[in-house]
């Protein structure tokens, strides 16, 4: 609890308000002048606001979504931290998965309170800016190159099943990205299964099966939420269905974790 | 006389474009350092720095997942977002599940093409217009989050704060394994016997993550494969 009162300090929430208002301070700038060159460029104003507009109502829903996740993670890293890391570069998954890595090399078991201490939080920390860098890397260093070679005039694309155009790399791409998480997701759900049968020594079926519950409470309440978008055909509802579905499978796992 | 006036706005983009990189680059690059730079400061705060042995084993795990994530996602979004609006996109993040969909939103709202200068513009107010909404929405929660801290500490809640990670994994998996499944069947089948038979790997799995992800990539290419010569592409 003491170490939860340090990552809740005044210095935690001035030192990750910082970098916060100054990204904020870079927003404000890349909008100024875009408007400005938009003008220039004879961009009618109307359309202009009516895009500022559009995405700020656009962007209310999900960021109400990643609050939750802020809240969902304040738990185990306080709350500064999270709050940076979901105000800039990050998204709640990719933290969440990072955090939980770099918990288990620092040797704490898994991402929780119990098992913190200030090297684990201070490594953990680190991991979550390290492993999330590479789009930042690479815009920095080859952005410009990547940018201009896009503006050339284009070769022949292939369609994509969704409609959109793609090129053959980027084609497989989609593909290879949702492999690369269903790869991750299988073998953090595999290791739960692997808890309850062998955790406690080899086919004893006497390990946790808390966490196993609480993935398959959270992903019943996913499937529900995917069906209502279907069904209401509320596109607004994905904002809210991952942070949803885990603050649902977290309140089970409350009651659950008495039974446990 | 139209003619001179494109050429004047061609060159009044480019000059844009060209200060939009060498900003974007200066800023990218200052926030990537104040970012790595925090965990070192907090570090100091709290009187243990990084331990960078096991920084180094877990970037060999789920790191090395994310590099090329973030890879695959550089190339597909950058053309999508234009120059000013990736480097703002990649600096704030929520890439998937905010700014790509609303900079896409904010182009067809006004009906611009990708890859023209009207898209670069857009693009970049959108992403930073929903970006300020994002700091600003999660500036007033944190706010008001403050006086709950009691309750979000309480020992009652904890078993729900100790499984953020399975609860996040179960809705990912239903949304990732619902279009793949014979992927997912075949790559949770085969983790599973793995940890059951060798349970001392469960104390490693973000390592096995790696074995897993080159299982589900191979599967997912060879499915990649088979549609194209079905739809006669790989001919």
């Known amino acids: ?260 | 006389m139209e003619e001179k006036k494109n050429t004047a706005n061609q060159a009044a983009y480019e000059q844009y474009l060209k200060k939009t990189h060498t900003l974007g680059r200066i800023l990218t690059a200052a926030v990537l350092l104040l970012l790595l730079a925090a965990p070192f400061a907090i570090g100091l705060f709290l009187g243990a720095m990084p331990n960078l042995g096991a920084a180094a084993k877990a970037v060999l795990g789920v790191g090395l997942v994310y590099l090329v994530s973030g890879i695959v996602e550089y190339l597909i979004y950058v053309p999508m977002l234009g120059a000013g609006g990736s480097y703002l996109a990649f600096i704030t993040g929520n890439l998937i599940n905010m700014k790509v969909p609303c900079a896409i939103n904010a182009r067809d709202i006004v009906g611009v093409k990708s890859g023209t200068p009207e898209n670069e513009i857009i693009a970049t107010l959108s992403i930073a217009t929903s970006s300020l909404v994002t700091i600003l929405v999660l500036a007033a929660g944190v706010a008001l989050m403050i006086p709950l801290q009691p309750i979000l500490q309480s020992p009652a809640l904890q078993p729900a704060f100790e499984n953020v990670v399975p609860a996040l994994f179960g809705a990912m998996a239903c949304k990732y394994y619902r279009s793949n499944r014979w992927i997912a069947l075949i790559v949770l089948g085969v983790m599973s016997l793995l940890f059951v038979f060798v349970p001392s790997l469960i104390g490693s799995t973000s390592m096995m993550v790696i074995p897993s992800g080159a299982l589900a990539i191979g599967l997912a290419y060879l499915s990649f494969r088979r549609q194209h010569r079905e739809r006669g592409d790989g001919k």
């Open chain 1, 1 to 260: 609890m003491e170490l939860l009162s340090k990552l809740n300090s005044p210095f935690l929430y001035v030192l990750c308000g910082g970098i916060i208002l100054f990204v904020a301070v870079i927003c404000i700038v890349f909008a100024v002048r875009a408007y400005q060159a938009g003008k220039a460029l004879g961009i009618d104003v109307s359309r202009m606001k009516r895009v500022i507009t559009a995405s700020a109502t656009f962007a209310v829903l999900p960021s109400v979504g990643i609050l939750l996740g802020v809240i969902a993670l304040s738990g185990s890293l306080g709350t500064p931290w999270p709050w940076l890391r979901l105000s800039v570069i990050g998204a709640l998954h990719y933290e969440t998965q990072v955090a939980e890595a770099a918990a288990e090399s620092v040797g704490i078991g898994g991402l929780s309170l119990s098992g913190m201490t200030s090297e684990a939080f201070a490594t953990i920390a680190l991991l979550m800016s390290f492993c999330i860098m590479w789009g930042m890397v690479l815009v920095i260093f080859n952005g410009k190159a990547y940018s201009r070679r896009l503006s050339a005039p284009k070769q022949t694309q292939k369609t994509g099943k969704d409609g959109k155009k793609k090129t053959g790399l980027a084609g497989f791409g989609d593909d290879a990205m949702t492999a690369m998480f269903i790869g991750l997701v299988s073998a953090y759900i595999a290791s739960y299964i692997g808890q309850i049968i062998s955790g406690n020594g080899l086919f004893k079926f006497s390990g946790s099966w808390l966490p196993l519950a609480v993935a398959l409470v959270s992903a019943l309440a996913m499937y529900v939420f995917i069906k209502l978008k279907e069904k209401w055909n509320a596109e607004w509802l994905d904002s809210f269905s991952v942070a949803g579905s885990m603050l649902i499978a977290m309140t089970c796992a409350i009651f659950l974790g008495k039974l446990a």
